[in-house]
Nanobody, 118 residues
Framework: QVQLVESGGGSVQAGGSLRLSCAVS????????MGWFRQAPGKEREVVAT??????TSYKDSVKGRFTISQDNAKNLYLQMNSLKPEDTAMYYC?????????????WGKGTLVTISS
């Protein structure tokens, strides 16, 4: 059983920064992808950034250069978010699975809310 617990969300003004963390418990295996997804009110959940077991990273175009995904040796996941914009407001979820697509994610956290004011 894998459990993912997000933290670090909050309310900041545009231009500010936040660092999200995802604590991982259980065995996610050695061939995996982990990612951050977000869902704004009235919108579908979308991928923000992913990282796989080879440390290959991928980002949504609108966050490139502003967000950085990383992982520590215990496989805990992080998302450093800089130069935040109001359109980044959403519930952010941590997920992991066998592939980096939305449907490839098997385990999900409950989310942490990020609110950016203009």
């Amino acid at each position: 059983q894998v459990q993912l617990v997000e933290s670090g969300g909050g309310s900041v003004q545009a231009g500010g920064s936040l660092r999200l963390s995802c604590a991982v418990s259980g065995d996610i295996g050695n061939n995996y992808c982990m990612g951050w997804f977000r869902q704004a009110p009235g919108k579908e959940r979308e991928v923000v950034a992913t990282i796989n077991n080879e440390r290959y990273t991928s980002y949504k175009d609108s966050v490139k250069g502003r967000f950085t995904i990383s992982q520590d040796n215990a496989k805990n996941l992080y998302l450093q978010m800089n130069s935040l914009k109001p359109e980044d407001t959403a519930m952010y979820y941590c997920a992991t699975g066998g592939s980096c697509s939305f449907h490839g994610m098997e385990w999900w956290g409950k989310g942490t809310l990020v609110t950016i004011s203009s």
